[in-house]
């Protein structure tokens, strides 16, 4: 598996550090952070291939509000939704607005290793289309 990074948003602080260490290990380029908030103003400073976000945060912005914003900041970013708490309804809403997945915690560690080299091998595809279209139009001739 190509290596990627991902941004883990949650505020269960020992489920976040436990995830982060636990990618870290395998070679991933692993960041965390506790809200929303937080989240959006890595994602301004710098691409991540995959964001993991925990649905429902406390106080500020939950995962849906961040999931639309890093949609507009960073389309090809691939988000998966995690929560122990939502509904069924919070994760169709979450696909509709452009998230690769949706995982219920507790999530196994294989299972999310899965989802994200899924979510990776997705965002790979489509930057993939994007170049080939854009050397295709290179290669057009103009007139």
Known sequence: MDTFSVLIADDE???????????????????????????????????FDIVLLDVKMPGGMDGIEVLREVKKLQPLTEVILLTGHASVETGIEGLKLGAFDYLLKPVKFAELLEKLAAAFENKASQEQKI?????????????
Do not use: C, W, Y
């Open 13 to 47: 602080t020992d489920f976040l550090e436990t995830i982060v260490n636990r990618l870290q290990k395998r070679k991933i380029e692993a960041t965390g952070v506790s809200s929303g908030e937080a989240a959006l103003k890595l994602i301004k400073e710098k691409p």
């Open 131 to 143: 170049r080939g279209a854009k050397i295709k139009e290179i290669g057009r001739p103009h007139n």
